[in-house]
C-alpha cells in the first residue's frame, strides 16, 4: 500500500528490458569525456595499498564487471525521471537530521567530503556551500552529468566510479556521505561496499549515512494491519488483505530484501547494519531516522497519528574514540 514507493526504491524496468550502452567502460577510474564528466586525478596507489582478492571475506564475491555495468544502466534511466520513481530524503517535508549534522560539523570548511552514489547530485549543491573539497561518485554516467548539471561549484570533482571499487580513494576523505545508495541486493556486495567506504576515510573520518529501513516496512504493515483489521469480518481475512497491500510476498524478512518483478533492493535492519558497519571498520555508531510524510490513501491520511516512516541516519567513525569532531 505504498502511495510512494519504499524509500531509496525505485520503480522501474518492469519488463526487464534493459538498454545497452557501448559507450560505458566500467570499471576503473576512467575518462568521462562521452558524458561531459571529467576524470579525476586521485593520488596514484601503491601496489599494496590496492585491495586485492585475499582481503575479501571468505565468502566475498566482487561484482562482475558486466553486472557493474547493467546496474548502472539501470540507474541512468532513472536519472531522467528521478522524483517521479525515487523517494528521497530530498522531497518536500522529509525531516533529514543528515543535514543538520553536516552543517554542525566543526571545521567542515578545511574538510574534504564525498558523496558516494550522488545520484542526480540533491545535496552537492549543500556540500559545495559548506566543505572545502566534494568528490561526487557514481557509476551512472547519467547520473553524474546531471549531477554536473545542477552543482556548478568549482570545488566539486565529479568521478564515475563504482562504490564496489573504491581503492582509488583509499585515506582520501574526511567524511563520506552516502544517501541511499548502497542498495545492491547481495549481501557480499553490501559488506564490499562497506569496507570500501571505510578504507577511503582518513584515520578520524566520519561516515555519515542514510540507508532504507526494514523496521519501517514492519511499522507500516502493523498499522495496515490493525486498519484492516476494524474493517474486516474476521483477522484472517485482515491478515490476507494486509499481506495484499503491503506486498508481503515481495520481501526476504531474513535478508532484507525487496523484489518486484527484475529489480531488487536492499532493506536493512538496524541491529544488521550495526553489525555490517562494524564489521567493515567503523566504530562509535550512532542511529537517528530521516522521518517521511505519511501520504494520502483514497483521498485520506490513515496514520497521521502515528510515528512516520523512516529510512535510517547513521553516523559513525573509524577510531574507537567517537568525538563528533566535536
Ligand atoms: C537512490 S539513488 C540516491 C542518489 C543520491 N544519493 C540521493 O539521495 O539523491 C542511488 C544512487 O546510487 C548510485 N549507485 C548505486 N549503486 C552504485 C554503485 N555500486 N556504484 C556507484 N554508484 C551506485 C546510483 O547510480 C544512484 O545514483
Redesign the pocket.
Known sequence: MHSAPPR?W?KRDPEGKREVDETSALPGNCPLEATGVYHIDFRPLADKEVQNDNELPRHGQR?STEN?RM??QV??R??ES?FEE?S???QAEVVNPLLDYLDGLPGRENLTVA?????????LPFLAGRFKAVVA????PK?LSAAQENCAYDNVQFCR????DLAVFQGQFDVAV???????PSLD?VDQ?LRGVAGTLKPAGILAG?FPSMESVLHEGGLILDWERQRSENEQQALRRAQRKTKTSCYDFIAGLYTEGSDCQKFYYSFELRRRLQKAGFRGLQFGKVLYPWHKEDGEIRFSSEPRLWDWFVRATLSSGWSDRG
Do not use: R
Request: include cysteine; aromatic fraction near 10%; hydrophobic fraction near 45%.
Open positions: 531509496g525505485c561484482e557493474v546496474n548502472a540507474w541512468d532513472i536519472s528521478y525515487i528521497t530524503p530530498f558523496d558516494l552514489g550522488c545520484g542526480i547530485g540533491n545535496l561518485v557514481d557509476f551512472s547520473m566510479q563504482s562504490l564496489t552516502t544517501v541511499n545508495s548502497v542498495l545492491a556486495v561496499i542514510i
